[in-house]
């Protein structure tokens, strides 16, 4: 579960005031917005990357708000997926795993898991110059389910890619999702995006979270 809290965020000129909201526990939440309104800074507060001012942060129960990045226990995807290009896909999808100290041979049991999972067997020796939109973006979200995040938080992750490539991706996340169960918060531009994917729809609008109806 996600709990934003009357959340205030101050990131140079923008100020995010008083925001809460809810994500239940192994629920998927679609948040939407203008451009600019603080789609972004709200998963970065959630994920320690932006310092708050005000408010709380809980994550099943337990308040956040003032821990480091890597205590949150959050798979984070960023919207340029934000790939090293000195990896290859399979020193990415273990990198988590080797920063919190798992041996060599549950590394590599996890490793095929997720590229079994994420369709990415083929690749595990190509770097990321060598992969597709669809390819890079299934590396980033790997990486982020890598160590067994109770929480995954996505921003705009599909926008930079094809109609088609999109499909496979709508499929793969319901897939990803239905198998972990992880709690699932998803910025997006995309109305029909939410709608194929999100169990609940919510619009950030002039600092306010509201509950949006699905069919309009």
Known sequence: MIAVENLTVHAGAFHLEGASFTVGAGEYVALMGKTGSGKTT??????????????????LGRDVTRLKPADRG???????????????VRDHLAFALD???WDRDAITRRVGELSEMLGLRGLLYRRPHGLSGGEAQRVALGRALSFRPRVLLLD????ALEDE??????TLLRSVQRL?????????????????????????????????????
């Open 42 to 59: 709200i998963l970065e507060a959630i994920c320690g990357l932006k310092p708050v001012q005000a408010g709380r942060v809980l994550l």
């Open 74 to 88: 959050i798979g984070y995807v960023p919207q340029d997926a934000a790939l090293f290009p000195t990896l290859n």
């Open 99 to 101: 920063l919190r100290g």
């Open 156 to 159: 705009e992750p599909l926008a």
């Open 165 to 170: 490539t999109k499909a496979d991706m709508y």
């Open 180 to 216: 972990t169960g992880v709690t699932t918060l998803h910025v997006t531009h995309s109305l029909a995006e939410a709608r194929t994917l999100a169990d609940r729809i919510m619009l950030l609008t002039g600092g306010a979270v509201v509950e949006r109806p699905r069919e309009t």
